[in-house]
């Protein structure tokens, strides 16, 4: 019986893992080195400064995530989704914001994002999707060095096929 009992709980707890969700929000703001670091839910988000004033902050969630920096100082910043690619580096000034969202209904998928970013530094950014064999492909990229502002967006759908749905 107290083997059954352990079993039972033991699969419960395996129940709960498997549908856990996660949702990670931290803000920061001070002056001196800092590095930042997350991973989740497809959604990678760096910062770092050294000697600077900064503030950073995000919200990474399953299917809405935000992220901001805003830095005076040696700096760095990259951000990046399934679908979309902000790199600034090398910058003495960085004021930037990432929104990522994705909807699932029966009907599909829809991934949205948008970057907005200004300073000074050198900027990466490019739009891609999944190729052949899994690769990613890149459709647009913008590189540039010195004094920048960018706004860029992505919306990707995915329908399913009438012919897929069981």
């Keep these: 019986m107290r083997h059954a009992h352990f079993a039972a709980l033991a699969a419960l707890a395996l129940i709960m893992i498997v549908s856990a969700e996660m949702e990670l929000r931290e803000d920061f703001s001070g002056e001196g080195e800092f590095q930042a670091r997350s991973d989740l839910y497809g ?3 760096r910062a770092s400064t050294r000697g600077g004033s900064l503030v950073y902050g995000h919200i990474l969630a399953q299917n809405d995530s935000f992220s901001g920096f805003e830095a005076l100082g040696d700096s760095s910043y990259i951000v990046s989704s399934q679908d979309h690619y902000l790199s600034i580096r090398e910058a003495c000034r960085i004021n930037a914001t990432a929104r990522m ?7 599909g998928e829809e ?9 000074n530094g050198t ?3 490019a739009a891609r ?4 064999k ?8 913008i590189f540039h060095r010195g004094p920048f502002r960018l706004n860029s967006s ?7 096929d009438a012919g897929d749905a069981s």
Excluded: H, K, P
Aim: no cysteine; charged share 25%; proline share 0%.
């Design 101 to 107: 969202s994705r909807t699932l209904s029966e009907l």
């Design 111 to 119: 991934r949205f994002s948008l970057f907005t970013a200004s300073g």
């Design 123 to 125: 900027v990466r950014e």
């Design 43 to 45: 959604v990678q988000d």
């Design 154 to 160: 992505t919306r990707i759908s995915y329908t399913v």
């Design 134 to 141: 899994g690769r990613m492909v890149e459709l647009s990229s």
């Design 129 to 132: 999707t999944g190729g052949d």
